[in-house]
C-alpha cells in the first residue's frame, strides 16, 4: 500500500511538474519534431485506450511515460 502511494504521489507529482514548468519546451518540441505533434493529437483523440496500452507496456520507462504524458495538451488529469 506505501509504495502504491508512494508511486501515485510521484506521477501526480510530474504531472504537474511536466504541464506547467516544462510547458514551453513541450512545445517548441512538438514544433521542431512533427512525429511528437502526431501522437499529442492521437493520445488527445483515444487517451484512455493508448495510456492503458502504454502502461502495461515495459519498453518506456515509467518516469519518461509521465512526463511525456503530461505535455498533451488535451488530457485531463483523471484520465492521466
Known sequence: FIVWCGASLGSTCC??????????????????????GVLN????????????????SPVMP??????SLSMVEGLEYWKY
Open 15 to 36: 504531472f504537474f511538474l511536466g504541464r506547467f514548468l516544462f510547458k514551453y519546451w513541450a512545445d517548441w518540441f512538438q514544433t521542431k519534431f512533427k512525429m511528437a
Open 62 to 67: 515509467y518516469m519518461v511515460l509521465n512526463y
Open 41 to 56: 493529437r492521437a493520445i488527445s483523440k483515444n487517451a484512455l485506450k493508448i495510456i492503458l496500452l502504454l502502461r502495461l
